[in-house]
């Protein structure tokens, strides 16, 4: 998926097809973005500062939430950026901003995809093969985020190295864009969706049905009382990487196969693409404000956790902390018991 920049707000450079965009209204989209952004910045916040505050006591788990946490702060900041963008309808900001925000967004969607994938690694780790890895995989867990890390930005460098803020032919105004030749700009736009499409979104969705799969099985035959609502976290988690991105990737799909000529493309349905593009981007999107909800907020050693850090840091009081403080089922150290913060 071309996550680092609304492209659609030019899907070619140059198009015999007239500009029948007008209809689509950008002041939605620009307030999905915005509200996309509040809550992204605020839930992701509380996240870090919990696990910050858990110090000596943090699971493989906290840490992975902890990175996947600033990932998704980091996706959210450049939101603002490309709903004044879609606001505006050209890029105001620069060359320079043009390239640091695009791989940024670049770097920050993988590195959501991969920790998404190594959460999933980690329960199967922890649940199915409790007794062989439970205490070796925590000396690992500092290592595979700083992989994760290095390895988004790799592949961000292409998107850093290529975007520019020029005009295009007919137009006046400054696009944030591949600044790439007419003979190369189709194979370029094909290779970076068939990585996209595989590292970004196929091999995530494979290692998260592998190992959440093996999860629920293991599950299904315990007789702890928290399992359906350990599988209910786990299905909330699938279905919302599936629900905010499939619908993008479906449509991106189609989009190479028209532009490569698999596809016979007429102004009617570039059109109905474009728009259809718009809104499944924002879809995606939003799942970087999804995210704390579901591996955070949902658990219960979190939000007790939450409710402790608030204590300590004297913003409330005894009586309230006890009124809502409820028994957690996380554990870091029983090879059997479950986990619904995943």
Not at 248 to 271: K, P, Q, S
Request: aromatic share 12%; with cysteine; net charge positive.
């Amino acid at each position: 998926m071309e996550t680092t920049t609304p492209d659609f707000i030019y899907p070619d450079l140059v198009t015999p097809c007239p500009e029948n965009m007008q209809y689509m209204n950008s002041t939605a989209l620009v307030l999905v973005y915005v509200i996309v952004f509040c809550l992204s910045l605020s839930g992701n916040t509380v996240v870090i500062f919990v696990v910050s505050c858990m110090e000596n006591r943090r699971t493989s788990t906290d840490v992975y939430l902890m990175h996947l946490a600033i990932a998704d702060l980091f996706f959210a900041l450049t939101l603002p950026f490309w709903a004044a963008y879609l606001h505006a309808g050209h890029w105001i900001f620069g060359t320079i901003m043009c390239k640091l925000i695009s791989g940024l967004q670049e770097a920050t969607f993988y590195c959501c995809v991969f920790l998404l994938a190594c959460i999933s690694v980690d329960r199967y780790l922890a649940i199915v093969k409790a007794t062989q890895f439970l205490t070796q995989k925590r000396h690992l867990v500092g290592i595979v985020c700083a992989l994760v890390w290095l390895c988004a930005f790799l592949l961000s460098l292409p998107i850093m190295v290529n975007r520019e803020a020029f005009k295009s032919g007919y137009m006046e105004e400054y696009i944030c864009h591949d600044n790439l030749t007419a003979e190369s700009i189709d194979s370029w736009r094909m290779s970076l969706r068939i990585l996209h499409h595989s590292l970004g979104f196929f091999l995530p969705l494979a290692i998260m049905m592998f190992c959440y799969g093996f999860t629920m099985c293991t599950l299904c035959r315990t007789r702890n009382s928290q399992k359906q609502k350990a599988m209910r976290v786990i299905m909330s988690v699938v279905l919302a990487f599936i629900v905010c991105w499939l619908p993008n990737n479906i449509l991106e799909f189609i989009d190479t196969l028209m532009r490569g000529g698999r596809v016979m493309e007429t102004c009617e349905l570039r059109d109905s693409i474009d728009v259809a593009l718009y809104i499944t981007q924002a879809m995606a999107f939003a799942h970087c404000a999804i995210n704390p909800i579901l591996y955070a907020f949902i658990g219960k050693k979190f939000r007790n956790q939450l409710l402790t850090s608030l204590f300590k840091k004297g913003l409330l009081g005894r009586d309230t902390v006890s009124k809502y403080r409820v028994g957690s089922v996380y554990s870091s150290g029983s090879t059997r018991q479950m986990s619904v913060t995943l």
